[in-house]
């Protein structure tokens, strides 16, 4: 996904909930740091996402969810989680990034440091999560000896411990004996080329629809303002953040 289908995610979290700041946790959450990141790092379509003022909101955006008529329309989702869907560092909430401003209608998303957000990976362990550390580590996006110290402060069995240290030493193993073998430019060149290709693979089969403030409405008049209210939540209770 793009940074600015991450805005429109969060536009529309808005627009249905009324709040004005969510806490983005999984991978898309590497926008805030890096919003420009390349496309091949971040495959998944669906943007995990917590109400911060009132995490219990956080179930009306099953509205834009997976199968949802925005997720058909569009080819991305909303995934409304909790603060207990990711294993993560004591003391991540005073490390969230601001995601840079876009089209969100004045919503802000709040993002997992790069560091905290590779441990939560980690930590998970799925195949493809470590795809993901891989691709942080070769990157240089994320430094051994601070996931080290955050590891030391994330609440993980001892036996998960040893796996997370054993995973990331291989990762960054790779990445020292590729920083450290001599590549000739016309390997460089070939490797650019092989990028690109990949890239406008991928580019090929992402929707890059945008979305109007019309198509927003309707993908929200099923949790309106009359909704909420019946809910007995005002919508403005966000507008002090």
Not at 14 to 20: A, F, L
Not at 69 to 96: C, I, M, S
Not at 128 to 140: A, H, Q
Not at 202 to 212: F, G, N, Q, Y
Request: charged share 35%.
């Amino acid at each position: 996904m793009k940074k600015r289908q991450v805005d429109y995610v969060l536009r529309a979290a808005g627009r249905i909930t009324g709040g004005k700041q969510f806490i983005i946790i999984g991978s898309q959450s590497l926008h805030g740091k890096y919003p420009d990141v390349a496309d091949d790092i971040l495959r998944s379509f669906e943007v995990d996402i917590i109400a911060k003022r009132d995490p219990s909101r956080s179930e009306w955006l099953n509205v834009i969810g997976q199968d949802s008529n925005f997720h058909e329309q569009f080819g991305y989702y909303a995934d409304p989680v909790d603060e207990n869907t990711a294993v993560l560092p004591k003391g991540w909430k005073a490390r969230l990034v601001n995601l840079p401003e876009g089209e969100t209608d004045g919503v802000r998303g709040l993002c997992l440091d790069p560091h905290d957000l590779a441990l939560a990976k980690y930590a998970a362990g799925r195949e493809k999560d470590l795809v993901f550390t891989r691709e942080l580590v070769l990157r240089g996006l994320v430094a051994h000896d601070r996931l080290n110290a955050l590891l030391k402060e994330t609440a993980v069995s001892q036996q998960v411990r040893e796996r997370i240290q054993s995973q990331m030493c291989r990762h960054f193993g790779e990445k020292h004996a590729l920083d450290s073998t001599p590549r000739s430019p016309s390997e460089c060149l070939d490797d650019i080329r092989a990028q690109a290709r990949r890239d406008w693979s991928k580019l090929r089969r992402i929707p890059t629809k945008e979305i109007s403030d019309s198509e927003l409405d309707r993908s929200a008049n099923k949790v309106g303002k009359e909704d909420a209210r019946d809910h007995g939540l005002e919508l403005d209770d966000d507008s002090s953040e």
